[in-house]
């Protein structure tokens, strides 16, 4: 039976709001299992539950996931849990997925144990990464790959020994491309990844260019820029294109007009200028 600390990373969210809340509230009569609620918040709330193993962080930093991923894997190890479950709160839960994680073996080889995620009625992830992520993407089947896949972070189990050998989740991606660094470094470790027959849904948040902030897409652009210019390199040039039929599309359908010239200077800062 695996020792699991289970991490829920809220912003501007209710605890009692989460759509998983009964089955997570059922978690919290096993010993085996810790829930740690990371509040990034600006005002901190109360925390429902009076279990032992549930514990409620408020940082009004707001620094993102990969902080709060840090903070719950150093709680993890003081739990004296075995793997680390990252959750988002828009992911669907059920109580199969909790008893399959709970029993799954864990082998000195695995990197990760993921399951199936489906948004829409398709699977969204995990996906082959060996090759640039885009629509025409495939995925792999239920089993041990070796070969390298990225999986979204919600509903990922990772074992802490990989979280050690590694040195824990890496800030330099608070919150946009943490998960494609973090299976990029399970692939270059050597490490496999398990890909279970459980399904999740998702709510698939898909990026709103009439919604989303300025800011918030400039941390796209450095996350994306970061990833391909410092971590999987080969697949820069493919990325520079992407940037280019991105800014083409922005330019014409997009309203907010810094939006595509933020995408045009992110490409002019990935080709030296060049067009």
């Known amino acids: 039976m695996n020792k699991i600390t289970a991490v829920v990373v809220l912003y501007q969210e209710k605890i009692s709001d989460l759509p998983s809340l009964a089955v997570l509230e059922k978690l919290t009569s096993q010993k085996n299992f810790q829930l740690i609620f990371y509040d990034n918040s600006p005002q901190p709330q109360e925390n429902p539950f009076a279990a032992d193993q549930v514990l409620y962080h408020h940082d009004q930093r ?19 849990a075995n ?12 109580e199969d997925f909790f008893d399959t994680i709970a029993s799954v073996v864990i082998e000195p080889t695995t990197g990760a ?15 082959f990464a060996d090759v640039y992520i885009n629509r025409a993407s495939q995925f792999p089947t239920p089993g041990s790959c070796q070969r390298h896949v990225m999986a979204i972070n919600s509903g990922s189990l990772i074992p802490l020994a990989l979280l050690e050998n590694i040195g ?3 800030e330099d991606f608070p919150l946009d491309f943490l998960d494609h660094w973090l299976f990029w470094k399970i692939f270059q470790q050597g490490y496999t990844v398990e890909i279970l027959d459980s399904q999740l849904q998702h709510q698939l948040s ?48 997009v309203k907010n007009r810094k939006i595509w010239r933020q995408t045009l200077a992110a490409f002019k800062n990935l080709t030296g200028g060049s067009t």
Do not use: C
């Open 62 to 80: 707001n620094l993102g996931i990969a902080t709060a991923y840090n903070y719950a894997w150093h709680q993890a190890q003081q739990f004296g």
């Open 83 to 94: 793997a680390l479950l990252l959750l988002d709160d828009d992911t669907a839960l059920t």
């Open 113 to 127: 144990i993921v399951p199936q995620i489906v948004a829409g009625g398709q699977q969204i992830s995990p996906v």
């Open 168 to 170: 824990g989740f890496n």
């Open 206 to 253: 898909v990026l709103n260019y009439s919604q989303v902030s300025n800011q918030r897409y400039q941390s796209i652009l450095t996350a994306e820029a970061n990833y391909y210019q410092h971590y999987q390199q080969e697949l820069l040039p493919n990325h520079k294109k992407q940037l280019l039929k991105r800014l083409v599309k922005q330019f014409i359908k």
